[in-house]
């Protein structure tokens, strides 16, 4: 069996609890990663660990070289990646610190590289992307929560928005008419890619606000902030599990 892989977004640039074995940059036909891929060992077990916004956080979503990153996972030997997901709370279930393992996405984002079959480096393809996310992935994701006892929601349709930016309230109503729970602006392409290169993948996501109009008040980096702290701990309990099962 192949590595896990766990992409770090915002709020894990590195994993504290990862003992690294080696960090080296690969060469993709892509282009540069956001970062070296690390090898490492999580609860004893060996994973790969890439940070999707770069060592020092300096790449914002729509720069994040998704094509690079992925192809580089799996040439260092992933066959699952988890992506981690800091998210806006759209629906009533989905409030700040809520965890959640979508099972739906919805593309919004343009202009990004977003596919190997382009016709061009790789051949002309179509995936079938009925189900965005590896069941198998997703349900070691759930069992890893009930073995820490972290409630998680099972379930959500993912908004994955252009940014930097975040929405106006009229496009949060937008994408809740559209049937979307969350949102963010990391999930596509990289979840499309991961299936396009036969990675089984699976977001983790956690709230780290309210999003756009759901609060009654504006959305500060200080509330993401303070949010994204009281999630990372939780999520790592939750990944080491997953690393072990
Ligand atoms: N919108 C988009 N992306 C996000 C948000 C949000 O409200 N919060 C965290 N990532």
Not at 23 to 38: E, F, L, M, N, Q
Not at 206 to 229: D, Q, R
């Amino acid at each position: 069996m192949g590595l896990l892989a766990i992409i770090g977004g915002s709020g894990f640039t590195s994993l504290p609890a990862l003992t690294q074995i080696e960090s080296k940059p690969i060469d993709t036909p892509y282009g540069a990663t956001s970062a070296s891929v690390t090898r490492g060992r999580l609860a004893d077990r060996e994973v790969l660990f890439l940070p999707r916004h770069g060592p020092s956080h300096h790449l914002p979503p729509h720069r994040v070289n998704y094509r690079a990153n992925l192809w580089a996972l799996r040439a260092a030997g992933a066959d699952r990646v988890i992506g981690l997901a800091a998210v806006g709370g759209i629906t009533s279930e989905f409030g700040p610190c809520v965890l959640a393992v979508p099972d739906q996405v919805i593309d919004y984002t343009h202009g990004r590289e977003h596919t190997i079959h382009d016709g061009i480096t790789g051949g002309v393809d179509h995936i079938d992307f009925t189900e965005p996310y590896c069941a198998a992935l997703r349900q070691a994701l759930l069992a890893a929560c009930a073995q820490v006892g972290e409630t998680v929601v099972p379930r959500g349709t993912y908004a994955a928005t252009q940014g930097p930016r975040l929405e106006s309230a009229a496009e949060i109503q937008r994408h809740e008419r559209d049937g979307c729970d969350i949102v963010g602006m990391t999930g596509m392409p990289e979840a499309s890619l991961a299936r396009e290169l036969d990675l089984c993948y699976a977001s983790f996501a956690f709230v780290v606000n309210w999003a756009a109009g759901k609060s009654g008040s504006v959305i500060t980096m200080k509330e993401i902030e303070e949010n994204l702290a009281r999630c990372v701990t939780r999520v790592l309990a939750v990944l080491e599990a997953v690393a072990v099962a």
